[in-house]
């Protein structure tokens, strides 16, 4: 039997870090098959430093001193700030298969469900038949996606938002917690829907919605 385990880095040491950790260690209780190394993160403060159990190694440019064959998963769910995550993979010049694909043991995912690369779900998410998962997701717990929804790379599904079905969240999108997408909506690139919002038509890209039903608010600056 093969019990060589992946060591993993967590890039970012926010709580974020500490929910991917959790899920790693969950399926280490079934499975004992990844060593947390630590996390990267460019927080000067941090560095040195243990946060959740782990060691913060250094900032990104720490890559370079990590054994062969580490293997990395990201921990940057912000509001605004998932154009910045696909800034930051583009930086570490990594491979694909160098991200591993989380699933929490007690989320609930469609067989007939696509899971891209380096994904997080975490524990209570339903991920229903048909829905297609972008690389780089974030997909918070009790999280609903329904049948044949869309979401692109590098999006966030915050905990207890519901996405109807059919319906297609943007690259970089961010669905904040309790909020509601009615079944068919487009999100567009790069957008917010704010915390217990009710998403009822289509949304352009770049831009922050709130309320109920869901009004634009501002902009969303893509640095």
Partial sequence: MNTQKNNVVIIGASNDGALVADVIEAINKIE??????????DNSRLQGTSVH???VLGNLNHKNQLPKNTKYVLALASAK??????????LLKLENDDFVTLVHPFAQVSRRAEIGIGV????GAHINSGV???????????AWLGVNTIVKDYAVITHDASVSGNTEIGNGAYVGANSSILGGVK?????????GAVVLKDIPSASVWVGNPARRVSEVELI
Avoid: H, M, P
Avoid at 132 to 142: H, P, V
């Fill in 53 to 55: 159990g782990y060691r």
């Fill in 32 to 41: 004992n098959c990844f060593n947390i190394l630590g996390f990267l993160d």
């Fill in 187 to 195: 999100v567009g690139d790069w957008s917010v829907i704010g915390a």
């Fill in 120 to 123: 997080t779900i975490l524990a």
């Fill in 81 to 90: 700030k998932t154009y910045r995550v696909k800034k930051i993979v583009a």
């Fill in 132 to 142: 297609k998962i972008g690389n780089y997701s974030f997909i918070e717990g009790n």
